[in-house]
């Protein structure tokens, strides 16, 4: 048996070994990352026709199909990252659709200067998210979330 210390601050300082305190970031991560899918995701839903729209204006081949995936990936993967619920699966694809719609909408090196430095950030955020989101697929959701209940029964 291996004992693992923790710091002042209630963090685990050995592998492997999870506490009160990670678990809560990990609930705050999972919600910070996962609200904007969420509220993003089923928006597009009860809009649909103008996300497809929208996407075929930026020239997405197969709109009318892969619109209403990218949104349910959104708003349902959004959803299972902030319930904690299939994390690390829910992670990936989240992050795999973030990949997908920074390439599509955020394309800073093909717009008109004036537009330019506002969609490198837009870019340079995204990317940012899918860091959040691999580092959920890499920890896991923690204790506070279904998949840790589940873990526990």
Do not use: C
């Amino acid at each position: 048996m291996t004992n693992h210390a923790t710091t002042p601050g209630g963090f685990a300082t050995g592998a492997g070994t999870a506490t009160a305190g990670q678990d809560a970031l990990l609930l705050a991560a999972r919600v910070l990352l996962g609200a904007i899918f969420v509220q993003s995701g089923f928006g597009k839903l009860m809009a649909l026709g103008g996300f497809i729209a929208g996407m075929e204006s930026q020239g997405v081949p197969m709109a009318m199909i892969l619109a209403p995936i990218g949104a349910l990936v959104e708003a349902f993967g959004g959803l299972a990252i902030v319930l904690g619920a299939w994390t690390r699966l829910a992670a990936l694809l989240v992050a795999a659709f973030t990949v997908a719609a920074t390439l599509i909408a955020h394309r800073y090196w093909d717009v008109p200067p004036e537009a330019m430095k506002m969609q490198q950030t837009q870019f340079m955020k995204n990317l940012a998210i899918i860091g959040g989101f691999l580092a959920l697929a890499a920890a896991g959701a923690g204790r506070f979330s279904i998949d840790g209940w589940r873990a526990r029964r």
